[in-house]
């Protein structure tokens, strides 16, 4: 995009991450017609560096320098294509019983007990590959193993084995934060946005998204701003359906900024 443009879609997802890379797939599987936003820029494996500097300031929000309010805990979140799952540590745990009651009965989300909810755990679970297998113990996790074996702790009841989602991976560089160059960490670049390109869906990077457009009491679009060789471009999406995923940060900044206080944003 190098000009004020304007994009209608059917589906238009906010966030290339955890949430909306699964919902994008998902949309575009069934026929409908998918935009998918994302305020980071596009890397792929051949362009990681593993790199701290470049990383960095490619890879995260501010650079890597965002915190909390008072500087107590630095807040590393990411800002490319396929957000956080390209540089999380692919440590994956199952929400417990315990949580999505709480969830359900605090937060008035639905039906997060039901089978239904936990056959959709179990085909992400199984889209990202996550197993145990892969989960190599380093010299640190190995101390914590024969400790809790000389404590009389049983594997597989009293400790656990961190699953992760990776395929190869054999813990062959520790690089996690700044992309997987050997495309072995299943992250959503690897694994659902391109099976949502495969069926159809547009994908724009680089794009970061200012307000929701809300009229008569539905949400039909949103504005944005496209970022390019230093140039920053308008971009203005209708759709039918909105979808907003962009993370536990920058979701509830977005509903704030476009006047939609309401059913506990943040």
């Known amino acids: 995009i ?11 997802v906010i966030g290339s991450g955890a ?3 699964v919902i994008a797939a998902t949309l575009a599987r069934a026929g409908h017609r998918v935009l998918v936003v994302d305020a980071g820029p596009f890397q792929t494996p051949e362009t990681f ?34 957000g956080g799952t390209v540089i999380n540590w692919m440590t994956c745990l199952r929400p417990p019983k315990s949580t999505l009651e709480e ?7 639905p039906g997060l007990t039901t089978p239904g909810f936990q056959a959709s755990l179990e085909e992400v679970w199984n889209g990202i590959g996550v197993n145990t297998e892969e989960a190599v113990l380093t010299p640190t996790s190995d101390v914590l193993r024969r400790g809790c074996e000389a404590l009389g702790y049983r594997l597989g009841m009293d400790y656990h084995i961190t ?27 690897v694994t659902y946005l391109p099976d949502a390109h495969r069926h159809g869906a547009r994908l724009l990077f680089d794009t970061e998204i200012r307000t929701i457009t809300v009229r008569n009491g539905a949400a039909v679009g949103f504005e944005a ?10 971009v ?10 962009a993370g536990a940060i920058h979701t509830p900044a977005v509903l704030l900024r476009s006047g939609i206080r309401e059913n506990n944003v943040g």
């Open 2 to 12: 190098d000009h004020e443009t304007t994009l209608e879609t059917d589906m238009a």
């Open 19 to 21: 949430g909306g890379a």
């Open 49 to 82: 560096t593993q790199r701290e500097l470049p990383g960095t300031e490619t890879m995260f929000e501010r650079h890597g320098l965002m915190s909390t309010r008072d500087f107590a805990f630095g807040v590393l979140h990411g800002r490319t294509a396929g």
């Open 103 to 109: 969830w359900e009965r605090d937060y008035g989300i």
């Open 163 to 189: 699953p992760k989602n990776a395929r190869g991976c054999s813990n062959r560089c520790d690089y996690c934060y700044y992309g997987c160059v050997y495309s072995t960490k299943q992250s959503t670049l």
């Open 225 to 234: 701003v496209h970022r390019r060789n230093g140039h920053e471009v308008p």
């Open 236 to 245: 203005h999406v209708r759709a039918k359906i909105v979808v907003l995923a």
